[in-house]
């Protein structure tokens, strides 16, 4: 299958509610991960590393930091004169005051942007999962089984989410029982809503859910249609964390000082993209003293520094001692402060002599711009 030949779409405000602490003033894309990235860059990067040209980003609320990390899509070669990187407004047909209240109604309200486009297939994502997959592997997985539609699934503990399918998958690889649970059973196989069909099967699913009045894509489109296509799914087996809550957040952020697991998510023949801040090296004072961390550029730290993800900008003042904690950009830490299992959101100032202390089953968070 030919890449150039399908539509990405990608849900930017996917489970916002899981992650209130961070998703307050932006959504669920938008979220900072990694020290330098954001959450969506990763769907984006799958589609454009594949050879995606046409991607469309739904929004919803809270999508202005959204907008200025995503700018005209330059990072991810999306700024083009045909095709590249639409951002999709909220815009609701029903009496919901302009604002979609499901995975479903969002994707009928953009039923014009889905049939304007040229492609045939089209690749649907959520923003809460990270993961590196080969994407051209998958589009060449649908079209060897000849699927309707192909979900990407990983198997191990089973994210609490609202409605997130797990699978009974038979010899053939088709999936012949989907599921909605909340429970965190281990060793099943739940889906990544990465999700492959062909652009009018799509149209005609949405087209039959508006006669039926059907919203729920999971229990709707999937479980309802279980036994009329042909449904398969793709396991992906490499390094993936879906965010539920912000003690996955932290969690999956804490995997990366595991260099096999920041190597299977960062890996350069599929790189992950995304917006370019050009800023100065990190400075580090004569007594300072750093291990196990990822540091961002523009860091300034005097202070001890141990077991950290450090965003761009942030300051460890003299005497200060992080540990087990992400710190978010432009955030200061003052002397002699102590900080262990905390999270702070962006230009958040902890002042001198403060000591705050989480646990690493239950961080501590600080939100944007407080000062302690």
């Known amino acids: 299958m030919r890449a150039n030949n399908v539509l990405g779409i990608i849900y930017s405000n996917s489970y916002d509610s899981v992650l ?7 959504t669920m894309g938008s979220v900072p991960f990694g020290g330098r990235y954001r959450l969506i860059d990763f769907p984006l990067s799958n589609m454009v590393n594949c050879g995606i040209s046409t991607v469309g980003v739904i929004t919803k609320s809270n999508y202005r930091s959204l907008m200025d ?37 969002a994707l009928k309200d953009n039923l014009a942007f889905i049939r304007r486009s040229n492609e045939e297939f089209v690749v649907i994502c959520d923003s809460n999962v990270l993961c590196n997959m ?18 990407a699934y990983k198997r191990g503990a089973v994210p609490n989410l609202d409605n997130l399918l797990t699978f009974n998958i038979d010899d053939t690889g088709r999936i012949n029982v989907a599921t909605p649970t909340q ?23 949405l087209n039959d859910s508006t006669c039926l009045s059907l919203n729920d894509f999971e229990q709707d489109i999937i479980r309802g ?27 999956i952020s804490m ?19 995304t917006k370019l801040r050009d800023d100065m090296p990190v400075v580090y004072g004569v007594n300072s003293h750093v291990s196990n961390s990822l540091i961002a550029d523009g860091c ?39 900080l262990d299992c905390v999270i702070t959101d962006k230009n958040a100032v902890i002042k001198p002599g403060k000591m705050l202390a989480g646990a690493e089953n239950y961080p501590l968070f600080v939100g944007k711009g407080i000062i302690i």
């Open 134 to 151: 080969d994407f051209e592997k998958l589009l060449n997985a649908h079209e060897k089984a000849k699927a309707d539609i192909t979900i």
């Open 69 to 105: 990390h995503l700018g005209t899509g330059k990072a991810w070669d999306l700024s083009r004169k045909r095709a590249g990187m639409f951002i999709l407004p909220p815009f609701s047909s029903t009496d919901s005051g302009g604002v979609f209240n499901s995975r479903v109604e």
């Open 255 to 273: 995997e990366l000082l595991d260099s096999e697991k920041r190597n299977a998510l960062f890996t350069p023949e599929r790189p992950i993209y």
């Open 20 to 26: 209130s602490e961070l998703t307050n003033l932006r």
């Open 183 to 205: 429970c965190n059973i281990r060793g099943s196989a739940y889906s990544l809503n990465i999700f492959v069909m062909k652009k009018a099967l799509l149209e005609r699913l």
């Open 300 to 338: 300034k730290i005097d202070g001890e520094v141990e077991n950290c993800i450090l965003f761009r900008r942030v300051t460890i003042a003299k005497g200060a001692k992080v540990k087990n904690s992400i710190i978010m950009q432009d955030t200061f830490v003052g002397e002699s402060t102590r």
């Open 225 to 251: 249609n279980l036994d009329k296509v042909n449904v398969h799914g793709y396991e992906f087996e490499g390094f993936a964390g879906t965010i539920d809550s912000l003690q996955s957040y932290y969690d």
